[in-house]
Nanobody, 114 residues
């Protein structure tokens, strides 16, 4: 089993920045990649970014050049640095781990005011 715990959400004005963290524990050796999804009210959950064990990254077009995903293997933690935030980035952000199974965190709210 893998447990994922997110932190770092909150309220920020448009143009501001936030950093989300996702700490993994448990059978982390089984995880091949970690990343972030988000779900806005009335919309489907969508992939934001992910990073593989080897360090390769991928981003949704809507966040490229504004968001950066990184990982600290010593801390088993993945980060999402979000800059130049827009009101349309408002959503619940979920950490996800891909492995033998898919693992999800509980979610953290990000609200961007205009």
């Amino acid at each position: 089993q893998v447990q994922l715990v997110e932190s770092g959400g909150g309220l920020v004005q448009a143009g501001g920045s936030l950093r989300l963290s996702c700490a993994a524990s448990g059978s982390i050796f089984s995880i091949n990649a970690m990343g972030w999804h988000r779900q806005a009210p009335g919309k489907q959950r969508e992939l934001v970014a992910y990073i593989t064990k080897e360090g390769s990254t991928n981003y949704a077009d809507s966040v490229k050049a504004r968001f950066t995903i990184s990982r600290d293997n010593a801390k088993n933690t993945v980060y999402l640095q979000m800059n130049s935030l827009k009101p349309e980035d408002t959503a619940v952000y979920y950490c996800k781990g891909w492995g033998l199974y898919d693992y999800w965190g509980q979610g953290t709210q990000v609200t961007v005011s205009s």
